[in-house]
């Protein structure tokens, strides 16, 4: 029988992140980490309410809808690792933010470098395993009417996201300590500083 959930294929070489993130983290990280997620599952699910053999249940519906449990717990990794995998691009080909979502971060954090040392600030400060990201929706930080939407940045611990919280998930750094301890060892934000230049912009921009 064929699993129920698949890891996408990742849209570029193991080497082609470094050296932002070595062949040896990504491959680690995808076939062992991530792999794993799913893994647990397609072996977790079958016969429970989030059988999604009848096609109702996508893994997006279960990190969103599922709150305890092995299944949420899997089920958000398993999403949130979509969403790091899919963001980025060979670090030999920098790009940047198109204009309009740049005129959105500068309106939210001031400047690109803003984004950064606020984003660089939650990822140093979150005590333990989470992820941290940027995210889209009416926040408590947004010195604006109520009902305006905005980025903003949101620390989530373990398998937690913003899906649970009603929020739109733009752009996702891992900071489980599998994600950079190979090439960082315990430079957590060294990692991060380094993480944006193997950002792919169109797909942050294709999330908004
Ligand atoms: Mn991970």
């Not at 010195?143 to 009603?166: M, V, W």
Request: hydrophobic share 40%.
């Amino acid at each position: 029988m064929n699993p129920l959930f698949i890891l996408p294929l990742l849209g570029y070489n193991f080497g082609d992140v470094a050296p932002v993130m070595s062949a040896a983290t990504i491959e680690t990280h995808y076939t062992k980490h991530a792999q794993a997620y799913f893994d647990n599952l397609n072996r977790l699910v079958p016969g429970t309410e989030w059988d999604n053999a009848s096609g109702k249940r996508s893994l997006e519906d279960i990190a969103r809808e599922a709150t305890t449990g092995p299944i949420a717990q899997n089920a958000g990794q398993a999403w949130n690792h979509v969403m790091f995998f899919e963001q980025f691009r060979p670090a030999s080909q920098p790009n940047q933010p198109s204009d309009d979502l740049l005129a959105l971060i500068n309106q939210s954090f001031g400047s690109l470098e803003g984004l950064r040392a606020e984003f660089k600030q939650a990822a140093t400060s979150l005590f333990g395993s989470g992820w941290v990201w940027l995210v889209m929706g009416a926040s408590e930080h947004a010195n604006t009417t109520s009902g305006d939407r905005r980025l903003f940045i949101q620390k989530c611990y373990n398998d937690d996201n913003p899906l649970r919280h009603g929020l739109q998930p733009i752009l996702v750094a891992d900071v489980w300590e599998h994600a950079y301890y190979l090439d960082y060892r315990n430079r957590r934000g060294d990692y991060i500083d380094n993480l944006w230049q193997a950002i792919n912009w169109q797909v942050i921009a294709d999330r908004l």
